[in-house]
């Protein structure tokens, strides 16, 4: 990434839509990475250093769809997390530069956040937007969104918190519909998120270009589901093993490749390796 000291007052966009915010002067600025995940339960009134409701942001790449919130809702802590650290670090310097004290990024799975590093009912909201739906046979098993992941989300969620689910991929949907019931009091959402209507994320920008549906919804953790029950439900409902639609790899290569710099691009390439080898 470039060392590039943006001009204050400046903006960017993607896609031909602006990136929410403007830099703020130097001395504005925040430091907002989580270098490294503290082992065990997060202290989130330690991390930000007041007590708030809790947002996490999974899977949130370079950080348009926190940005948008963290701006929008200043009385809210805001955690964003992806598996890539290069888009870890783009999300954290446009953080910084808009002084968004309120945010906090970290590279960590989804699912390994909330497993060992989230404790029961501490979350108000867990927001995923475009899961990858990795296309592979033998990537089926990285699929994010599985019985035992909504599980998860559940228990992190304070009673009758909020999750919030969208996704280009009309299987995965298919899918996801079927078993998001089972733990949520779930509603399908039409047209644009009010707050972006021209889209949360840089994926969601993407699609939309080109025409594609989107597909997103909300709901509330079932206030009848306590943790064992929900663990037990999951073992007994069906994996996502759906043939993935290859015509949608094209953007996922446009998500990845546009908008970074050349060492960003190779930052992305060199991530996927590192993460093939473990």
């Not at 080109?210 to 943790?227: C, H, M």
């Amino acid at each position: 990434m470039s060392e590039h000291i943006p001009v204050a007052g400046s903006t960017e966009d993607e896609f031909g839509v602006p990136v929410p915010g403007v830099v703020l002067p130097q001395e504005q600025w925040a430091r907002t990475a989580l270098k490294k995940m503290p082992d065990g339960v997060l202290d989130w009134a330690h991390l930000f250093g007041r007590n708030a409701a809790r947002v996490i942001d999974i899977g949130c790449g370079n950080g348009r769809s926190m940005l948008v919130s963290a701006l929008a809702r200043p009385e809210c802590d805001f955690l964003g997390v992806d598996i890539l650290p290069v888009v870890i670090r783009y999300a954290t310097r446009r953080a910084n530069h808009r002084g968004l004290s309120n945010t906090r990024w970290a590279v960590i799975g989804g699912r390994e956040l909330l497993l060992n590093h989230t404790a029961a009912g501490s979350i108000s909201e867990v927001h995923c937007y475009h899961p990858q739906p990795w296309y592979r046979r033998d990537q089926v098993s990285r699929r994010l969104i599985t019985p035992e992941f909504l599980s998860l989300v559940h228990r992190s969620l304070q009673p009758g918190g909020r999750f919030v689910l969208q996704t280009d991929h009309p299987l995965y949907w298919g899918y996801m519909l079927k078993i998001l019931p089972h733990f949520f009091e779930w509603r399908e959402l039409s047209g644009p998120w009010p707050e972006a209507p021209a889209g949360m994320t840089r994926r969601e920008l993407i699609a939309v270009q080109r025409g594609l549906p989107i597909f997103r919804g909300e709901g509330r953790a079932k206030l009848d589901l306590d943790s064992e029950r929900a663990m037990q439900l999951a073992e007994s409902l069906p994996l996502p093993i759906f043939n993935a639609d290859r015509r949608l790899l094209e953007l996922d290569r446009l998500e990845q490749g546009m908008g970074l710099s050349a060492g960003g691009r190779r930052g992305v390439q060199r991530d996927r390796r590192n993460r093939r080898r473990r």
